[in-house]
C-alpha cells in the first residue's frame, strides 16, 4: 500500500491560487476498492459500475411502481440500470500539505454516491447521507504537516433509487487551505435586485469564517465586466458577525440570459492589518426571475415560456462520472433543438454542469428530492428526510445561488405527501427555507396528482404550481390555482427506440413487444402521459401556462419502460436523443417547433426495407415550413399542410383518434406511402406557398465503408476532454445503412485512450468500456479521452466480419 500512496500523492495536482492565500488541491488520483482487499489506481471523478456486467441480478426489484398504477408486484430488472452499483466502495489517496501551521482544511465534495463517511489520518472526520448533496468537511483537526491519508467509505444500498444513481466519488473532490480567517465561497451572495435599461442594483454578501476575536479585518470587492475590466470596486470593514453587506449599481450591465450567458467576475481579497491574507473568485451573472399571473415566467423583465428538458445525471455509457466535454456535447444538441432550460432531475447538479450551463446559456431548475417521509421505493431518501433535509436543501442552495442559469428551485417530485396537509406544511417550509437562502427565484416542484394537490393546498402554497403530464387537467387545475399560471414540471414521456419502426403505425399507449423496442414514428406515450404536440399545443394556446420541461432530453440508465418486466431492457426509451447522444425522430420534432432560428425538414423512416416492397409504408415529415409535398421515386403522393388552429377536445386523456388529431397541427403525415426502393424526395413550401427546402432518403445497398464523423477535430490534452466520434456504414454511393448491426472493433492508438462506446440499444448487454460493440440501427459512438501530451491520436475503426478499416486523427493540444 505505502507506494499506492507514494504514486497517488505524486499524481495529486495542487493548484495555489495564490501564494500567500489559499490552496486548492483537485484531488484526482485515488486508489479504490470493493473489498479493502484488492486495490486498483482510479482518476476522480470515477463511477465503479458502469464497467458492468450487465445483469438483472443487481438490484432486482419485485415491487409494484405505484406511480405508474400498479396494484401487483412484479420483477423490475433494469430498474436501476442492470449494473453492479450496490454495495461497499472505499476509496483512498495521500495529499501533501506541506507545512499546516495555523491553516484551516477544507474538503469539499460535490456529492459522492453513498453515504460517504471521511476518514483522514485514520480518524473519521464526517459522514453525509444522501449521494448527490455537495458538502463540506472541516478536516483541520486531523490534519497533519506533510502527507494526510484520506479514506472514503461508501454504500449503496439495494432499491434506493428509481433510476441508475451510479456508484463511487462520481464528482469532483478538492481540499482548500484557507488561513484561520478566511472567506466563505458559500457565504459570499452576488444577488441581482432590479435590472431596468440602463443599471442594474446589486447586493453582494460576503461571509468570513474564523473572524470571531480578530481584529482589523477588511474586505475589497471588484466586479469585473464580462469584457475583463474591473467595472465597480468597494471596500468595507467587517461587522461583528463577520458579514459583509453593500449594494450597488451596474450600468449598462450585460444581462445573463441564455441567449446572452454574460458571466461577471466577483474578486473578494480579505485583509488584515492592510495585508492581503485570502482571495477568491466567484463567476457569477446579473439577472432577475418573476413569475405572476400576468406575465407569466420572466427573466429579466421579458416574458418567455420555458422550453426545457427534464435530465437524470448519467452521462449514457460514461455512466454518472461527470465530466465537461459530455456535458458541453449535450448543451450543444440541445440549444440546436432549441432549449433552452434544463431539470436536474431529481437531484441536486454538480458545480461542472451548472458552470457549462451558465457559460453556455441554458436556465436550470435544480431539483432535490425524489421523495420526502414516505418512501418510493423501499431504501429510498425517506431513510433520511427527517434528520437531513434542512441541510440537503442548504446545501443545494448555498452551492449554486450564485449561478445565474438558475431560474427556480425544486423542492420535490411526485412527492407522495400531495393529499395531506402535512405534505402542504413541508412545502412551505422548504419553500420557506430557499427563500431565505436565495429570495432571488421562485420555488417549485412537480405535482402529479392534481386533484389531492389542490384539495389539500399543497399545490396553492408554492411560488410555481408544477404539473406532471394530465395536461386535460390543466384548465380544470386552474380555476383553484390563485397563482394565475402553471408549469409543465415534466412532460410528454413519449417513447421510442432510435431507428426502429414498426407496421402497421398506430397512435397509441405504449405496450411492451417481444423485441424490446418502441417505434419511432413517435406515436406511443404512457399511460400517464401523452405526445409532444399536447404539450406544444398548451404552450401556444393557453395563455396561463410558462413552460415545459420534457421527460427526459436523453435517455438514461435504468427505468426502462414500457419494458420494465423485458430482461434485457436497462435504459429508458423516453429520451429524445438515445443513451449515446445520438438525435431520435423526436428531436426534429421538437426542433421545428422550438428553434426559431434555423429550418428543419426532417424525413422518418428510413428507406431500406427490402421486406415491405409494394406494403404501406407512412412518411412522416418533421418541419417548421407550413406545407410540404412527398416524392417517391419522382411520383408526387401528394401535398400537405399543416393543420393549423385545429382545436380538439383537451379535457379528457389522449386516445389514439385525438393524439393523432394534434399531431396533424406539426407533422406533416402521408398514411399510404406504398415501399419501393429507391428515394424518398420532400420538397417544403414557405408561408407564401413557394418552394423553400429539399430532403431526401434513399434506400442502402450493400455496405463498403465506415463513416466516422467527430464532434471535434481537437481536443485539449488535459487527460480528461473527451471526443464523440459516431460510426455508421455506408454503401458505395455514401448513403448510410440505417439497419446495419455488424460488429464494430475501435483501437486507439498515441496521444488518446479508448474511453466507452455507446449503441443507444436499451436491450444490448454489450460493455460500455470494452472497445468492441455491434451497432444498433446502423450506429453507435465511440468516445475517445485525452491523454495529457500533445500530439495526436490515432482511431482505427474497423468491421472485422466485412472487411473494412477506417482511421481518423486527432489533435491533442
Ligand atoms: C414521472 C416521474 C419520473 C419518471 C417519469 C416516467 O412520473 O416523475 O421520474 O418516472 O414519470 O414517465
Known amino acids: ?183 466563505d465561497p458559500w457565504g459570499t451572495y452576488f444577488r441581482t435586485l432590479s435590472v431596468g435599461k440602463e443599471e442594474a442594483k446589486i447586493a453582494v454578501d460576503t461571509r468570513l469564517r474564523g473572524y470571531e476575536g480578530q481584529k482589523n479585518l477588511a474586505v475589497e470587492v471588484r466586479v469585473y465586466h464580462p469584457k475583463g475590466y474591473v467595472e465597480r470596486a468597494f471596500h468595507a470593514s467587517v461587522g461583528e458577525n463577520g458579514l459583509v453587506h453593500d449594494e450597488i449599481t451596474l450600468h449598462n450591465p450585460r444581462l445573463w440570459s441564455p441567449e446572452t450567458p454574460h458571466i461577471y467576475k466577483v474578486e473578494t481579497c480579505l485583509y488584515q492589518d492592510n495585508k492581503l491574507i485570502d482571495r477568491t473568485v466567484l463567476k ?51 440549444k440546436d433543438m432549441g432549449a433552452d432550460a434544463i431539470r436536474t432531475a431529481h437531484n441536486m447538479p454538480s458545480q461542472m454542469q451548472m458552470e457549462v450551463y451558465d457559460s453556455l446559456g441554458m436556465m436550470v431548475m435544480p431539483e432535490s428530492f425524489d421523495m420526502w417521509i414516505y418512501p418510493k421505493c423501499k431504501n429510498g431518501y425517506a431513510r433520511f428526510f427527517q434528520e437531513w433535509h434542512e441541510r440537503d436543501i442548504t446545501n443545494l442552495v448555498l452551492a449554486n445561488r450564485n449561478h445565474p442559469s438558475v431560474v427556480m428551485w425544486s423542492i420535490g417530485n411526485e412527492i407522495p405527501e400531495q393529499w395531506s396537509e402535512q405534505g402542504r406544511d413541508i412545502s412551505k417550509q422548504l419553500q420557506e427555507h430557499c427563500h431565505r437562502l436565495d429570495p432571488s427565484v421562485p420555488v417549485t416542484q412537480g405535482m402529479d396528482r392534481a386533484e389531492a394537490a389542490l384539495k389539500s393546498g399543497f399545490a396553492q402554497v408554492m411560488d410555481v404550481p408544477g404539473f406532471n403530464y394530465r395536461v386535460y387537467k390543466y384548465d380544470r387545475n386552474m380555476k383553484s390555482l390563485p397563482q394565475g399560471f402553471l408549469l409543465g414540471a415534466e412532460t410528454a414521456s413519449t417513447v421510442s427506440s432510435r431507428g426502429i419502426y414498426k407496421f402497421p403505425v398506430t397512435f397509441r399507449v405504449t405496450k411492451a413487444g417481444a423485441d424490446g423496442q418502441v417505434s419511432s414514428y413517435d406515436t406511443e406515450w404512457c399511460s400517464w402521459s401523452n405526445l409532444p404536440e399536447e404539450d406544444f399545443i398548451a404552450d401556444e394556446d393557453k395563455s396561463y401556462t410558462i413552460g415545459q420541461f420534457v421527460w427526459t432530453g436523453y435517455d438514461y440508465l435504468g427505468e426502462p419502460t414500457p419494458y420494465d418486466e423485458y430482461w434485457p431492457s436497462r435504459s429508458s426509451y423516453f429520451g429524445i436523443m438515445d443513451l449515446a447522444g445520438l438525435p431520435k425522430d423526436r428531436f426534429y420534432l421538437y426542433r421545428s417547433v422550438w428553434n426559431k432560428e434555423k429550418h428543419t425538414l426532417h424525413i422518418l423512416p428510413h428507406w431500406t426495407w427490402p421486406e415491405r416492397k409494394g406494403k404501406v409504408t407512412p412518411v412522416f415529415v418533421y418541419t417548421d415550413y407550413p406545407e410540404a409535398e412527398l416524392f417517391v421515386n419522382g411520383e408526387s403522393q401528394g401535398r400537405i399542410r399543416k393543420a393549423f388552429g385545429l382545436r380538439v377536445d383537451d379535457q379528457n386523456p389522449s386516445t389514439g383518434v385525438l393524439a393523432k388529431q394534434r399531431a396533424r397541427r406539426y407533422r406533416l403525415m402521408w398514411d399510404n406511402v406504398i415501399y419501393q426502393p429507391g428515394e424518398l424526395k420532400v420538397v417544403a413550401y414557405d408561408a407564401q406557398g413557394m418552394p423553400a427546402a429539399e430532403q431526401r432518403v434513399e434506400t442502402a445497398g450493400e455496405p463498403a465503408a465506415i463513416k466516422l464523423e467527430a464532434d471535434r477535430q481537437t481536443i485539449h490534452a488535459n487527460g480528461e476532454d473527451l471526443c464523440f466520434i459516431t460510426v455508421s456504414l455506408v454503401d458505395d454511393k455514401g448513403v448510410e445503412l440505417p439497419r446495419a448491426t455488424n460488429d464494430i472493433v475501435v483501437n486507439v492508438t498515441g496521444n488518446a485512450t479508448f474511453r466507452a462506446m455507446c449503441n443507444g440499444d436499451a436491450t444490448s448487454l454489450e460493455s460500455f468500456v470494452k472497445p468492441q460493440m455491434k451497432l444498433f440501427s446502423g450506429k453507435l459512438v465511440v468516445v475517445v479521452q485525452a491523454g495529457t501530451q500533445p500530439g495526436n491520436a490515432d482511431v482505427e475503426v474497423s468491421a472485422p466480419q466485412l472487411g473494412l478499416k477506417k482511421r481518423i486523427t486527432i489533435a491533442t493540444q
Open 1 to 183: 500500500m505505502k507506494l499506492i500512496y507514494f504514486v497517488v500523492s505524486l499524481l495529486l495536482t495542487p493548484m495555489v491560487l495564490n501564494a500567500q492565500t489559499r490552496q486548492e488541491y483537485n484531488l484526482k488520483a485515488w486508489s479504490f476498492s470493493r473489498d479493502s482487499i484488492h486495490w486498483q489506481q482510479v482518476t476522480v471523478p470515477h463511477d465503479w459500475a458502469i464497467s458492468g456486467p450487465f445483469d438483472k441480478k443487481w438490484d432486482l426489484q419485485v415491487v409494484a411502481i405505484e406511480q405508474n398504477g400498479e396494484k401487483e408486484k412484479s420483477e423490475k430488472s433494469g430498474r436501476s440500470g442492470a449494473l453492479p452499483w450496490i454495495g461497499k466502495g472505499y476509496y483512498s489517496t495521500v495529499v501533501n500539505v506541506g507545512k499546516v501551521g495555523d491553516k484551516r482544511a477544507i474538503l469539499e465534495f460535490d456529492g459522492a454516491m453513498a453515504e460517504p463517511t471521511v476518514y483522514v489520518n485514520g480518524r473519521r472526520a464526517g459522514y453525509w447521507a444522501y449521494g448527490y448533496t455537495p458538502f463540506r468537511l472541516d478536516i483541520t483537526p486531523y490534519l497533519k504537516n506533510g502527507d494526510n491519508k484520506i479514506d472514503v467509505s461508501l454504500q449503496n444500498v439495494e432499491e434506493s433509487s428509481r433510476w441508475y444513481p451510479g456508484a463511487g466519488i462520481y464528482r469532483p473532490v478538492k481540499l482548500v487551505m484557507t488561513p484561520p480567517v478566511a472567506i
Open 284 to 334: 457569477t451573472g446579473v439577472r432577475t426571475v418573476t413569475v405572476d399571473s400576468i406575465h407569466g415566467f420572466r427573466l429579466n423583465g421579458v416574458s418567455r415560456k420555458i422550453k426545457g428538458v427534464c435530465l437524470h445525471h448519467d452521462l449514457g455509457p460514461l455512466g454518472t462520472a461527470v465530466n465537461k466535454a459530455a456535458l458541453i456535447r449535450q448543451m450543444k444538441q440541445l
